[in-house]
Nanobody, 128 residues
Framework: VQLQASGGGLVQPGGSLRVSCAAS????????MSWFRQAPGKEREFVAA????????YYADSVKGRFTISRDNAKNTVYLQMISLKPDDTAVYYC??????????????????????WGKGTQVTVSS
């Protein structure tokens, strides 16, 4: 199983960035996909999730209206489009896969230990 995140980088406040995660080694279309992030000195936190077909999406309140998760099952890839970026969005962004739906608990649709597979992260830095 591999989840390869890419597309991170340095962006100015108010800017946009799209990160991608290419999956292999498992039945991608049978898994919910999710993005988490971890800022320095903080715990990993849920950002967004998308259902098997892409018909349902779920977001943390902190990114709702600014981030959009999507997937392309033909390419085994999940995306996170980020706009209106803030310095507080600076973190390593991880993609992860779960073979069952989540449920909102304390504002997060998934907890870290709900996920079956994890990728290595990609760094997103928002700074002027």
């Amino acid at each position: 199983v591999q989840l390869q995140a890419s597309g991170g980088g340095l962006v100015q406040p108010g800017g946009s960035l799209r990160v991608s995660c290419a999956a292999s080694g498992f039945s991608f279309r049978s898994y919910y996909m999710s993005w988490f992030r971890q800022a320095p000195g903080k715990e990993r936190e849920f950002v967004a999730a998308i259902s098997w077909s892409g018909g349902s999406t779920y977001y943390a309140d902190s990114v709702k209206g600014r981030f959009t998760i999507s997937r392309d099952n033909a390419k085994n890839t999940v995306y996170l489009q980020m706009i209106s970026l803030k310095p507080d969005d600076t973190a390593v962004y991880y993609c992860a896969a779960a073979n069952r739906p989540g449920t909102y608990r304390s504002g997060a649709y998934y907890a870290s230990n709900d996920m079956d597979y994890w990728g290595k992260g990609t760094q997103v830095t928002v700074s002027s």
